[in-house]
């Protein structure tokens, strides 16, 4: 890293503080079991941030929306393959009895 210290302009920086990314030296330097940071100020507002919008990088949060999308694409490319199934040659009575889609479509006046 060449650049030096935000606070000590002779000390070469050593990390950037995880929360403002701003160059921090040894002696500046805060650990936590979240990351590096340059102030106690950077690391409550941190963990502020992470609880507000749930640690992605830690998975704890997110992904519901797509499951449930993903258990409808199933569903209706589960229903369209039935369809195509009863209707197919030669057609299978039993499919059409749980053909879905067929029942919304082949009503003929």
Same mark, same amino acid.
């Given at each position: 890293?060449?650049? &030096?210290?935000? &606070?000590?302009? &002779?000390?070469?920086?050593?990390?950037?503080?995880?929360?403002?990314?701003?160059?921090?030296?040894?002696?500046?330097?805060?650990?936590?079991?979240?990351?590096?940071?340059?102030?106690?100020?950077?690391?409550?507002?941190?963990?502020?941030?992470?609880?507000?919008?749930?640690?992605?990088?830690?998975?704890?949060?997110?992904?519901?929306?797509?499951?449930?999308?993903?258990?409808?694409?199933?569903?209706?490319?589960?229903?369209?393959?039935?369809?195509?199934?009863?209707?197919?040659?030669?057609?299978?009575?039993?499919?059409?009895?749980?053909?879905?889609?067929?029942?919304?479509?082949?009503?003929?006046?």
């Amino acid at each position: 890293m060449a650049k &030096n210290c935000i &606070n000590h302009a &002779n000390a070469p920086a050593i990390t950037m503080c995880t929360q403002c990314h701003k160059p921090i030296c040894q002696s500046c330097t805060m650990v936590t079991p979240k990351g590096r940071f340059c102030s106690s100020e950077c690391s409550i507002l941190h963990k502020e941030i992470t609880t507000k919008l749930g640690d992605v990088r830690g998975g704890k949060k997110g992904g519901g929306a797509l499951k449930v999308i993903f258990v409808i694409l199933v569903i209706v490319a589960a229903a369209f393959l039935v369809h195509f199934a009863a209707h197919g040659k030669p057609a299978d009575h039993i499919l059409k009895k749980v053909d879905v889609i067929g029942r919304f479509i082949d009503k003929t006046p």
